[in-house]
């Protein structure tokens, strides 16, 4: 019996065996949802007196939209802790009528407001932008929270507060790795079985074959190297690795041609949303005034810095160029982070307001950010699989009421943005 001439068995499996995990392990290229904040649950107790647990819930959400950044239930932060305020006034008519016009209220001279103001050192803000609705469910809900304090649930290991409450929780993005992990175990065991099968017809060969010298010699091959390194196998796997590695780069540049995602200007004061968004949270709307109501979310003017500034941290350098930038009578310089072309409409009302889209749907975890930067990448691609995905939130909305009832009837489970016109042109190009 002959056995083939060349190079030895050894050679050929090693130069296979790399060949087949070359081409099981090219990167994989996936991608995963954003996974949307997760807050710890809360447990309250019911509302005393004749509170309604809606009219309490409406009060929480308007009191965190505008009174969160100076009051506290059972701490003075800006202003005085707000614990049985409704107490320290005649009736709720005088106290709402101090939460919409507190400066008018201390000038006409009510005692315990001019001493408020005497104390503090500072005037509340005006909210009469508020409805009395509004304003009579945030005192409604002081009431509550005077009387049962809410109670944040607490871990089942500790029975300690959960400190993280409402920041997001890490997503395991380690899906790719044991892909290739298990990759690799199945290609070892491939290579064992391999050189088990080798051991074995080997074996037989010896015990049962009449071997000249010649393949006896092929049979006890020891591996080459180098045989295996110039090995016509690798040297087509390392040019096809070497193609597909510099493809793949010039791709990614040409794609990301006049996109600035991960785009992180320095700014002329160092703000950091961790601390103001994240540690306090303070609302997105208390700043950016124009997001409900404009097409631009609009940058924060000077005054709204002052508001909580004027009595806090007023010694520290970032706040003093506050200082200067009121007394120069010039804005402050902030470098913009997100930039649309021109070409491109975007309105902040149509999406926030109307269609009840978070901000950290397009903006990333803002109050996480010691530094802003553009988290997604803005472009038309995007904006059109955001469309394509999204149900319309059509609850209470009387606009939407034909449109639902037109789409229920074609039998269509829920309606997306795709169905009543989010990808026409002239939606967002005109």
């Known amino acids: 019996m002959k056995l083939n001439r060349g190079k030895s068995y050894f050679t050929r499996l090693l130069s296979a065996c790399f060949v087949a995990f070359l081409f099981l392990t090219t990167p994989i290229v996936a991608q995963d949802a954003a996974a949307p904040a997760v807050a710890a649950p809360s447990v309250s107790a019911p509302p005393s007196g004749a509170a309604s647990p809606e009219a309490v819930a409406s009060g929480a959400a308007v ?4 009174c969160k950044q100076c009051h506290a239930i059972n701490e003075v932060v800006v202003g005085p802790a707000l614990k049985d305020a409704h107490k320290r006034w005649p009736n709720k008519a005088a106290l709402a009528n101090f939460i919409k016009y507190p400066q008018k209220v201390i000038d006409g001279g009510n005692a315990y407001a001019k001493g408020l103001y005497d104390k503090y050192k500072q005037y509340m803000p005006n909210h009469d932008f508020l409805s009395d609705g509004d ?24 029975g ?5 409450a409402g920041a997001a929780v890490p997503e395991d993005n380690s899906t790719l790795n044991v892909v290739l992990a298990v990759l690799m175990v199945v290609l070892l065991l491939m290579v064992l079985i391999l050189i088990i099968f080798i051991n074995l017809i080997a074996r037989y060969l010896r015990q049962n074959t009449q ?17 295996f390194l110039t090995s016509t196998p690798i040297k087509a796997g390392v040019t096809f690795l070497f193609v597909i590695v510099l493809a793949k780069a010039g791709w990614d540049k040409v794609y990301a041609v006049g996109i600035q995602q991960g785009y992180a200007p320095k700014q002329p004061i160092a703000f950091s949303h961790k601390l103001h968004a994240g540690m306090y ?19 924060p003017s000077v005054n709204i810095c002052m508001n909580c500034h004027n009595a806090i941290k007023t010694e520290s350098p970032e706040i003093k160029k506050i200082y200067r930038a009121i007394e120069n ?32 749907k397009c903006h990333g975890a803002v109050q996480e950010m010691e ?25 209470g909305n009387a606009y939407y009421n034909k449109l639902v009832s037109f789409h229920g009837e074609k039998g269509t489970k829920a309606m997306k943005v795709v169905d009543v016109g989010g990808l026409e042109c002239s939606k967002c190009h005109y």
């Open 63 to 66: 009191f965190k939209a505008n």
């Open 135 to 158: 304003i009579d469910n945030v005192i409604t809900w002081i009431v509550n929270e005077s009387e049962n304090p809410t109670v944040v649930a607490t871990a089942a290991t500790g």
């Open 160 to 164: 300690v507060a959960d400190a993280g």
């Open 211 to 227: 071997l000249d010298e010649v393949d006896e010699e092929v049979l006890e091959g020891k591996i080459n190297f180098w045989g």
């Open 281 to 299: 949270e303070i609302d997105c709307n208390y700043c950016h005034t124009g997001v409900n109501k404009g097409k631009s979310a609009t940058i």
């Open 329 to 360: 009578n010039k804005p402050i310089e902030w470098v913009r982070v997100h930039n649309l072309p021109d070409l491109a409409y975007f309105n902040h009302a149509q999406h926030v307001n109307v269609g009840g889209i978070e901000c950290q």
């Open 371 to 395: 530094v802003v930067e553009q988290y997604s990448s803005l472009t038309m691609g995007w904006c059109i699989n955001c469309h394509r995905e999204t149900v319309v939130k059509a609850e």
